[in-house]
């Protein structure tokens, strides 16, 4: 059993910056790829970014790359999203997920947090 809990979520202004952590307990943090999704009012949940278990691979939905970066602290079972240039479109609730591969597909990750609101005033 892998625990999830993320926390940075917010209210800010279209071209401003937020930063999301998500905390990790239970099993070896380090033993899972770490994903990040996000699910707007009315729309399926949707593939943001994921993170291999020892950082060196990413990748990034095409509507957020160049502007969000996943990275981990495997020491304090951490992962983040540093979220720049955010537009009003980037309004969500994000998750953080873990599963044994990197995978856009929801369905790839076993465990899930419970959310945090993101958002983007125009």
């Known amino acids: 059993q892998v625990r999830l809990v993320e926390s940075g979520g917010g209210l800010v202004q279209a071209g401003g910056s937020l930063r999301l952590s998500c905390s990790a307990a239970g099993r070896t943090f380090s033993n899972y790829y770490m994903a990040w999704f996000r699910q707007a009012p009315g729309q399926e949940r949707a593939f943001v970014s994921f993170i291999s278990e020892g950082g060196a691979t990413t990748m990034y939905a095409e509507s957020v790359t160049g502007r969000f970066t996943t990275s981990r602290d495997n020491a304090k079972n951490t992962m983040y999203l540093e979220m720049n240039s955010l537009k009003p479109e980037d309004t969500a609730v994000y998750y953080c997920?873990?599963?044994?591969?990197?995978?856009?597909?929801?369905?790839?990750?076993?465990?899930w947090g419970q959310g945090t609101q993101v958002t983007v005033s125009s």
């Open positions: 997920a873990a599963g044994l591969i990197g995978s856009r597909l929801t369905t790839r990750y076993d465990y």
